[in-house]
């Protein structure tokens, strides 16, 4: 099965000089490709190219949602590394033997909020869920996607999963889930804090951040697959990862690190 097959995966690629091979120090670049978690888009479309410019080698990236790449690994999908939106699939990958025993470790915590396009809308607290005055609301799959399962557990903490239920709509992933809110489909809906924050704040529209108490952590891992063992540039994007420019990055989005 191939990635490009699988609709809501879209494929960004990126060359810092539109080149097959990159030369550093006289040793031919390599190619690095990731399947990256939608709720990392963004902090990835910031790290690929400061990545690339820092070791010369190309990143590949495909976003969507964890559950879906997974399928795709299984059935051969030429991936070197995934970054998942969960701690449990890498996990799961490895006790399967389908990743680099060792590789796995967390690259991120997420962070749920509650989010609406109209600025207004929201005041900081949930009182507006609560009010249930809206027509609807929209959620990650939450079978596929982390993100949307985190929302499922917040309504149930909130005692509002069957007063909601008939007003829920779901996204295939997380981007899905965001997109139905920012074009007005939904008043409103639970998304990643790193798909509407950058530089300290909200950067639109109005939210609730959702305390971490009511859901499960988002523990996000990372673990180099089979196919990338042999891959310098897979190894160096790991590394990279854990670094210093690759944090500041990172929690600049909104999220934590472990």
Not at 50 to 75: D, M
Not at 165 to 175: D, F, H, M, P, S
Request: aromatic share 8%; charged share 15%; net charge neutral.
């Amino acid at each position: 099965m191939q990635v490009r097959d699988i609709p809501m995966i879209k494929t960004v690629q990126r060359s810092l000089l539109g080149l097959a091979l990159l030369f550093t120090g006289g040793v031919a670049a390599d190619e690095v490709k990731v399947a990256v978690a939608a709720n990392f888009t963004a902090p990835m479309q910031a790290i690929a190219p400061a990545f690339e410019k820092a070791t010369g080698h190309k990143l590949v990236a495909s976003f969507g949602a964890t559950g879906q790449f997974y399928a795709q690994i299984k059935n051969g999908a030429p991936f070197d590394v995934l970054l998942a939106a969960d701690e449990t699939t890498p996990a799961r990958l490895e006790r399967e033997g389908a990743s680099v025993p060792g590789s796995r470790f967390t690259y991120a915590i997420g962070s749920l909020v509650l989010w609406s396009a109209d600025a207004s809308y929201l005041d900081g607290t949930a009182a507006a869920l609560k009010a249930g005055q809206f027509r609807h609301l929209s959620i990650a799959n939450p079978k596929a996607a982390p993100y949307g399962l985190a929302a499922m557990q917040v309504l149930d903490k909130l005692g509002l999963s069957e007063a909601v239920k008939a007003k829920l709509v779901e996204g295939q992933n997380i981007t899905q889930a965001h997109q139905f809110v920012s074009t007005g489909n939904a008043e409103l809906g639970f998304v990643a804090l790193s798909q509407v924050y950058k530089d300290g704040q909200v950067s639109s529209g109005s939210a609730w951040i959702v305390p971490d108490t009511m859901y499960d952590p988002i523990k996000q891992d990372a673990v180099i697959l089979k196919q990338g063992a042999n891959n310098p540039a897979a190894v160096a994007l790991v590394e990279y990862l854990q670094g210093a420019e690759a944090a500041k990055v990172i929690e600049s989005f909104g999220y934590k690190l472990p």
